[in-house]
Nanobody, 126 residues
Framework: QVLVVESGGGSVQAGDSLRLSCAAS????????MAWFRQTPGKEREFVAG????????RYTDSVKGRFTISGDKSKMTVDLQMTSLKPEDTAVYYC???????????????????WGQGTQVTVSS
């Protein structure tokens, strides 16, 4: 059984920074991708950023490019999301996910990700 656990959410002001962390455990995978998605009420879960196991490949949704940075430690199956210059529209529940397959470019559809964390709330006030 794979366990995915996020941490680091919270409430901040616009322009502030926040770092989310995620750790996966329970199985050892071949090449994989870990990613962050976010979701607001009534909307579909949206891809935010992803990183391959090697760390060589990353992918970001356009709205966060230049503001968010994803990084990972393949030896520990962990991934972080450093978020800077936060905006109110970044407010959402952020989910960490693991795709046990490696496709380049990194896949952005939530249905491709098998293992999910419970989510962590990020609230950005103006």
């Amino acid at each position: 059984q794979v366990l995915v656990v996020e941490s680091g959410g919270g409430s901040v002001q616009a322009g502030d920074s926040l770092r989310l962390s995620c750790a996966a455990s329970g199985e050892t995978f071949g090449p994989y991708v870990m990613a962050w998605f976010r979701q607001t009420p009534g909307k579909e879960r949206e891809f935010v950023a992803g990183i391959s196991q090697s760390g060589i490949s990353t992918r970001y949704t356009d709205s966060v490019k230049g503001r968010f940075t994803i990084s990972g430690d393949k030896s520990k199956m962990t991934v972080d999301l450093q978020m800077t210059s936060l905006k109110p529209e970044d407010t959402a529940v952020y989910y960490c996910a693991l795709d046990p397959s490696l496709y380049i470019p990194i896949r952005v559809q939530a249905s491709n990700y098998v293992y999910w964390g419970q989510g962590t709330q990020v609230t950005v006030s103006s």
